[in-house]
């Protein structure tokens, strides 16, 4: 048992062993260290403030610990930890960078309401029971590259704003996004699905990449806005998939890459009242999809004459900005002689002569 109050300087608690230690609405005023502690029983740290380093490096949590309501001023470190209990964060405020990189999860855990100022580091993490980030604020990076989650990852409501990473990432449960707002750039890339996903209502104004991902499950993303690029490139889909805007945007027309997918059950694929002006398909086959109320890109030269076409045909000829090399070529117009410099060029490729006075201009040297 330990007694809750004010630390005015540098609290060393390092290999202490504590049973039912309470801490609630302590008061560090200067660096905290739980180095190698072991805390036995019912730990209770909530409504603490920390307003130096928190460091709990190599601690032990073998029973239930309560963070509810905490407030992080400086760094906080929880990396490579075993929390053997229910762990409960739900509330806290981490203004600084908090680490729980590789640290396992065995009871119970909540991080609901909680606000991240700056870093929150999770990456290779392991959640083993159930687990909600419902509510949570990512101001600053989230990082849960490689994490695996064994039951439903519950991130209801959650909102990131600066970088969210969820690469490799393997959720044994359902994957829980609905009304996310993602209001940076995101990555699902070769993330593993097993069951359900859910993002519906959910709203993505960046970059959003789900390439080589594995959903085994169904997955929706029902009433959900994209306002920039979406890559499902290379992406596998065991069970349904449905897309679509909200309710008033009929029409609506992300810019999606959907190319060379696999569609295990195409029956149970369905693209509702979307715009397909700026959806690529090449390399993903089309036969049984489900296409409600789409619009399709048009193309000819005379309005009446236009046929319906899909956008890799428009795309055909478009370069590709990844395969777009340095050149430094200048070419003179024979007739007036004006000059210009081509500064880039499509790799692999003749360079044509550019046109001046209805004539080929000449490449010259300098």
């Not at 739980?34 to 709990?56: P, R, V």
């Not at 039951?151 to 970088?163: E, G, K």
């Not at 003179?332 to 046109?355: F, H, L, Y």
């Amino acid at each position: 048992m330990s007694k809750a109050g004010v630390y005015p300087s540098f609290a060393n608690f390092e290999g202490k062993v504590f049973q039912d230690a309470d801490f609630k609405n302590a008061e560090f005023i200067d660096k905290v260290s739980f180095k190698n502690a072991q805390f036995l029983g019912k730990t209770q740290f909530s409504g603490a403030k920390f307003n130096g380093i928190g460091d709990f490096t190599g601690a032990q949590f073998l029973g239930d610990v309560d963070f509810s309501g905490a407030v992080f001023i400086e760094p906080l470190r929880f990396n490579k930890l075993h929390f053997a209990g229910k762990t409960n964060f739900a509330g806290v405020h981490f203004q600084h960078d908090a680490y729980f990189s590789e640290t396992e999860f065995a009871g119970d855990t909540d991080f609901s309401q909680a606000t991240f100022h700056a870093w929150g580091l999770f990456n290779k993490s392991r959640f083993q029971a159930g687990m909600t980030f419902a509510g949570v604020c990512f101001l600053g990076s989230a990082n849960f590259a490689e994490v695996e989650f064994l039951s439903d990852a519950n991130f209801p409501n959650v909102r990131f704003v600066t970088y969210a990473n969820f690469s490799k990432t393997t959720y044994r449960g359902n994957a829980m996004f609905a009304g996310a707002s993602v209001e940076c750039k995101a990555t699902f890339h070769e993330a593993v699905f097993s069951q359900e996903v859910d993002f519906v209502d959910s709203r993505f104004t960046h970059l959003v990449i789900f390439s080589n991902a594995k959903f085994a499950g169904a997955a929706s993303f029902e009433r959900a806005v994209f306002l920039q690029f979406v890559d499902f490139k290379s992406a596998e889909f065991g069970d349904a998939f449905l897309i679509s805007p909200p309710q008033g945007t009929h029409g609506l027309a992300p810019e999606i890459r959907f190319e060379s997918v696999t569609l295990r059950h195409p029956e149970k694929v369905r693209f509702s009242n979307i715009s397909f002006e700026r959806i690529t398909l090449m390399g993903t086959n089309l036969r049984g999809i489900c296409f409600e109320n789409p619009v399709w890109p048009r193309k000819g030269v005379i309005k009446a004459l236009r046929r319906a076409v899909v956008y890799d045909e428009i795309q055909k000829g478009t370069p590709d900005p990844e395969q777009v090399v340095p050149v430094d070529l200048k070419f003179r117009c024979v007739v007036c002689g004006t000059e210009v410099v081509m500064t880039a060029a499509q790799a692999d490729t003749d360079i044509e002569a550019p046109r001046h006075c209805r004539e080929d201009m000449v490449l010259v040297s300098d």
